[in-house]
């Protein structure tokens, strides 16, 4: 056998030596541009400034991955995976720096989603999304649906990574809860299913965060039962109509609901938005809300009733009536610069900082804020059981800042009042360390130093421990262990701890 050779063209070339010409992208390629952009959600990384890949695969089966990899390892080009390309900070297409090369295997093409009713499971690729997976479960059976997150073009590869959570939560924890068998290539280009890759690295593939193990092909998953009849609503209430104290009241009383009930709230300018999913009929949600939260005046004309399917598109579209083919539109274009931020919160926030936060949503550049309620099924899930350890908190607080037009000036106004706000945060949410949501990643959390070719500890534990807490050290381990000469790596990708050099 050859010395391995490092170097992009003799990447190129193995690429071309072992894989089918069309599903091989570079730079020179006519189509690189449209390939690279067909999943970009974030405005802030289609510039001419941000390193791109020097290639794109566009896998069609899971030899293509396997080759790619085994390329990449050889002549010293890493390898990023997307699946959804929805990425808050865009790591699975774009880098931070032109002084290492790699190359990114795009899975949009494995989206295949085979339901079996019978056995309440699904395989499916990672590169379906969730719109997919919801629709595709819906035309088996009414009766079966999967607790993944709202967005339907968010891709299952990055999604089932990161945990994955949505208006099913309390009731079925997270999407990466129900992931029961997947398929994987390893550093080694090795293709592994559960049995093969061993416990370790199948709980750190299960929230751990995308792009550090492995690259996720396909995944097998367990569907949960939904009633026939599920009931939504939307209610708003504004700042002078005593949205602070609702809020204030909402902190407890949400995530101590029955856990068939879900309740949420969006805060923008000067409005509490509350939105509410239960699986039950409508008698059963206004009798609930009457019993539990009478303040919030939700009455049985707010509610409307219809099937699990058709509260996907109502969350997902905001409305009713939306044909339910809008699930398979995986979207075009980026329309919008976005900047987003997460907390965790374990104590009520006191009545005048929601005052304040009222304040900082009237300031020019202020975007909304979105609070999940944790509790119920959450509450049971021990926090090692999976590497998402916030199972015991309150809710989630989402920060989410989002302009459209292009310039410094105006990018700058809406960072800075997204950072300002998280600032002022601080002693409010949880603490020792401060939690996040590696879904909803963050670099201003901290990002990776690459010592000797591979990623250090001490300084990925920053931002590690916020999101991982003390499964941190036990992902590091598995990393050790996998991938020890740190293939999988991105910005925020889990170093290799105890390291072998
Ligand atoms: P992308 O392809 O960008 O991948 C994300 C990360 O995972 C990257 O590091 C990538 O390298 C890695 N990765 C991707 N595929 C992989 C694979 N097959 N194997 C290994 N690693 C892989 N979250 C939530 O919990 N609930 C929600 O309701 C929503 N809603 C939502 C709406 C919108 C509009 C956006 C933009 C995002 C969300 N999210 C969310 C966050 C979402 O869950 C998160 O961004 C996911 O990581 C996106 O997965 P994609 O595959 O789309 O992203």
């Known amino acids: 056998t050859s010395a391995p050779s490092s170097g992009t063209a003799s990447f190129l070339r193995c690429l071309a030596v072992h894989l089918p010409p069309h599903v091989i992208y570079t730079t020179t390629s006519p189509s690189y541009t449209s390939v690279l952009e067909s999943s970009i959600k974030n405005l802030l990384f289609v510039t001419p400034a941000t390193p791109t890949p020097l290639a794109i695969v566009t896998a069609t089966n899971a030899s293509h991955v396997q080759a790619t990899v ?24 774009r880098s931070l720096t032109t002084a290492r090369p790699f190359a990114v295997v795009d899975l949009a093409a494995l989206r295949g989603v085979r339901v079996d009713a019978a056995r309440r499971t699904a395989w499916v690729g990672s590169g379906a999304t969730l719109g997919e997976l919801y629709y595709a479960i819906a035309n088996h059976s009414k009766r079966l649906g999967f607790p993944g997150g709202l967005g339907p073009t968010v891709g299952l590869g990055g999604h089932l990574s990161g945990g994955g959570f949505g208006v099913m939560l309390r009731k079925h924890g997270l999407a990466a809860d129900h992931v029961v068998d997947a398929l994987i290539v390893d550093a080694e280009g090795r293709l592994l299913d559960r049995a093969a890759m061993g416990e370790d690295v199948f709980w750190a593939i299960r929230g751990g965060g995308g792009g550090s193990f492995g690259v996720v092909l396909y ?70 809300m009457a019993r539990r939260f009478p303040e919030l005046g939700v009455r ?31 979207g075009t274009k980026p329309e919008r610069y976005f900047k987003a931020k997460s907390d965790y919160v374990s104590e009520p926030i006191p009545s005048h900082v929601w005052e304040s936060v009222w304040s ?84 201003d959390l901290g990002v990776n130093d690459v010592d000797d070719g591979v990623t250090g500890y001490e300084k990925a534990r920053v931002w590690g421990e916020m999101y991982f807490k003390a499964n941190f050290e036990r992902l590091a381990a598995v990393k050790a262990m996998v991938d020890p000469h740190d293939f999988f790596r991105n910005e925020q990708s889990i170093p290799p701890f105890p390291s072998s050099r």
């Open 70 to 93: 085994r390329c990449g390892a050889l002549h010293g080009v890493r390898v990023r995976p997307r699946s959804g390309g929805h990425d808050y900070e865009g790591l699975s297409y």
């Open 219 to 288: 995944w097998k998953l367990r569907l949960v039962r939904v009633p026939a009849t599920v009931t939504v609503f939307t209610v708003h209430r504004a700042r002078n109509q005593s949205a602070t104290a609702l809020l204030a009241k909402w902190q407890r009383v949400a995530p101590k609901l029955p856990r068939d009930v879900f309740l949420r709230v969006v805060l923008q300018s000067q409005d509490a938005q509350f939105q509410s999913l239960y699986l039950g009929k409508r008698t059963g949600l206004v009798s609930t």
């Open 300 to 330: 049985a004309q707010d509610c409307i009733e219809m099937t699990w399917i058709e509260s996907v598109l109502y969350f997902a579209f905001y409305g009713t009536g939306k044909p339910m083919e809008l699930l398979l539109d995986r």
């Open 360 to 443: 900082w949503l009237l300031m020019d550049g202020a975007g909304l804020l979105i609070l999940d309620p944790y509790g119920g099924r959450m509450g049971d899930v021990a926090p090692s059981a999976t590497p998402f350890p916030h199972r015991q908190e309150l809710y989630n607080l989402q920060y989410y800042g989002f302009w459209f037009e292009n310039g410094t000036e105006v990018s700058e106004k809406h960072m800075g009042w997204i950072r300002g706000l998280h600032r002022e945060m601080e002693p409010h949410v949880s603490k020792n360390p401060r939690g996040a949501y590696v879904n909803y990643r963050d670099l």
